[in-house]
């Protein structure tokens, strides 16, 4: 599965957010959306998923564009993990996870689905919260049965916004380990906004780099992750290095 971004453009109130991005992933892949607060980060994954409509350009998968198909065709199409995941109705974790498989147990849940929710629950090590109330959580508890949920829906394309940006260490290590297995055994595509260039080059295929809305540079990680380019988008030095088949950044101080 392919999926073009052709010159997309958004604007809100006549404020530009996004202008002429274009860039293309495959299936199997892990795209990491890099750059400052306000570059549009977020609301590029939105306009990929359908959930704002673009105000110029388009999204296509495998050559169909996307705002032809059916809503129920691009909710089975994309999963999304918002970066917030606050919430105030009083559930489960399991019948959250669970609400992943929504759209294939039109209502009627089969042990198929149980089994593929008590297995997600098991790799994401939430086994021992899942009877626990969501608002009863902390925020990086959340994140993660979010993601969960994300995963029991079973799309071939994941959109992820700062996915690790409420997890500790080991946590964002254990879950992007799990996104990037399923990416490579499963055949999913990822892709996701995040802050940390370093847990960008230890997972990304792919890199988007955003600045003043566009695109600054994109490619892999050598490619995009270097002193310049962090000099120039970031407006900070850093020094860049590669150790053990991973590309480090390090701050230096101003």
Same mark, same amino acid.
């Given at each position: +599965?392919?999926?073009?971004?052709?010159?997309?453009?958004?604007?809100? !109130?006549?404020?530009?957010?996004?202008?002429?991005?274009?860039?293309?992933?495959?299936?199997? !892949? #892990?795209?990491?959306?890099?750059?400052?607060?306000?570059?549009?980060?977020?609301?590029?994954?939105?306009?990929?998923? =359908?959930?704002?409509?673009?105000?110029?350009?388009?999204?296509?998968?495998?050559?169909?564009?996307?705002?032809? +198909?059916?809503?129920?065709? #691009?909710?089975?199409?994309?999963?999304?993990?918002?970066?917030?995941?606050?919430?105030?109705?009083? /559930?489960?974790?399991?019948?959250?996870?669970?609400?992943?498989?929504?759209?294939?147990?039109?209502?009627?849940?089969?042990?198929?689905?149980?089994? #593929?929710?008590?297995?997600?629950?098991?790799? +994401?090590?939430?086994?021992?919260?899942?009877?626990?109330?969501?608002?009863?959580?902390?925020?990086?508890? =959340?994140? =993660?049965?979010?993601?969960?949920?994300?995963?029991?829906?079973?799309?071939?394309?994941?959109?992820?916004?700062?996915?690790?940006?409420?997890?500790?260490?080991?946590?964002?290590?254990?879950?992007?380990?799990? /996104?990037?297995?399923?990416?490579?055994?499963?055949? #999913?595509?990822?892709?996701?906004?995040?802050?940390?260039?370093?847990?960008?080059? +230890?997972?990304?295929?792919?890199?988007?780099?955003?600045?003043?809305?566009?695109?600054?540079?994109?490619?892999?990680? !050598?490619?995009?992750?270097?002193?310049?380019?962090?000099?120039?988008?970031?407006?900070?030095?850093?020094?860049?290095?590669?150790?053990?088949?991973? =590309?480090?950044?390090?701050?230096?101080?101003?």
């Amino acid at each position: +599965m392919k999926l073009q971004v052709n010159k997309l453009g958004f604007s809100y !109130e006549k404020t530009p957010i996004l202008k002429n991005i274009s860039f293309e992933t495959n299936s199997g !892949e #892990i795209t990491c959306l890099l750059g400052p607060n306000g570059t549009g980060k977020t609301t590029l994954l939105k306009c990929i998923s =359908r959930l704002i409509t673009p105000s110029l350009g388009n999204v296509f998968v495998d050559g169909v564009l996307i705002n032809k +198909m059916k809503t129920k065709e #691009i909710s089975k199409l994309f999963s999304y993990v918002p970066q917030s995941t606050h919430s105030t109705f009083p /559930i489960s974790v399991i019948d959250i996870v669970l609400m992943g498989r929504v759209q294939s147990i039109n209502f009627k849940v089969k042990e198929e689905d149980k089994q #593929i929710v008590f297995n997600i629950l098991e790799e +994401m090590n939430l086994n021992n919260i899942a009877f626990k109330n969501i608002n009863s959580l902390s925020g990086g508890e =959340r994140q =993660r049965v979010f993601i969960a949920k994300a995963i029991a829906q079973q799309s071939p394309i994941i959109l992820l916004d700062e996915p690790t940006s409420s997890l500790d260490m080991k946590n964002q290590l254990e879950t992007l380990d799990i /996104i990037s297995s399923l990416a490579k055994e499963k055949n #999913i595509m990822a892709i996701m906004s995040i802050h940390d260039l370093n847990i960008a080059s +230890m997972y990304a295929d792919k890199i988007i780099m955003l600045k003043n809305c566009g695109v600054y540079a994109s490619g892999n990680t !050598e490619e995009v992750i270097n002193e310049e380019n962090i000099k120039q988008v970031y407006g900070v030095k850093a020094k860049v290095e590669n150790r053990d088949e991973i =590309r480090y950044t390090f701050l230096c101080k101003q």
